[in-house]
């Protein structure tokens, strides 16, 4: 590993300890290059994510891009409380707005844990999507590397990791082209 890293995958994750993505991925040291920040949002104004995405795609030629999530997650409970939180309520506004637009589908879970959990799902569909706006994306795909950007989340309680049928890749973007 001295030699520098060939990684896999570019994972971006929430910043809880409890979800340690080479653990929770069964991954070694090397394997996977990481971003982590507060509920794992994306949000087009975050340059330190932007940066990292740039550099495993266009440096170190990562083709598997994993959003991941997770249930008893403290920011997407901080923003559906709507805490008085200084600094953090800034980032997580997007998540207020996010389930403001959801507010139908997030009326069938019962206040609470459930319906937070069903919105951290909802955040990471929402953070696959926004990846694949990006510029970097963009190029990759027009350049033809086939990337592909994936939605998971780690339910915390059964230590199970869970793909949400969200994968975005190239083909994705040519089919929304043509209609």
Not at 57 to 83: F, K, M, N, P
Not at 141 to 170: C, F, K, P
Request: include cysteine; charged fraction near 20%; glycine fraction near 8%.
């Amino acid at each position: 590993m001295a030699q520098g890293q060939q990684p896999s995958y570019f994972w971006i994750g929430c910043s809880d300890s409890r979800v340690p993505e080479n653990v929770v991925g069964g991954l070694n040291p090397g394997e996977i290059f990481v971003h982590r920040n507060v509920a794992n949002l994306v949000h087009s104004t975050d340059f330190s994510l932007l940066s990292a995405l740039e550099f495993a795609v266009d440096v170190l030629c990562i083709r598997e891009i994993i959003v991941c999530g997770h249930t008893g997650c403290g920011g997407i409970a901080a923003a559906s409380q709507g805490l008085v939180n200084g600094l953090a309520d800034h980032w997580l506004e997007a998540l207020r707005r996010l389930a403001r637009r959801e507010a139908k589908d997030l009326a069938a879970y019962p206040e609470g844990p459930a319906r937070n959990d069903r919105l951290a799902e909802l955040s990471v569909i929402d953070a696959v999507s926004r990846l694949a706006e990006t510029p970097v994306l963009q190029r990759a795909w027009a350049r033809g590397d086939y990337v592909s950007v994936h939605g998971l989340i780690y339910r915390l309680a059964e230590g199970e990791l869970r793909n949400l049928d969200v994968t975005l890749t190239a083909a994705h973007l040519d089919r929304n082209e043509t209609g």
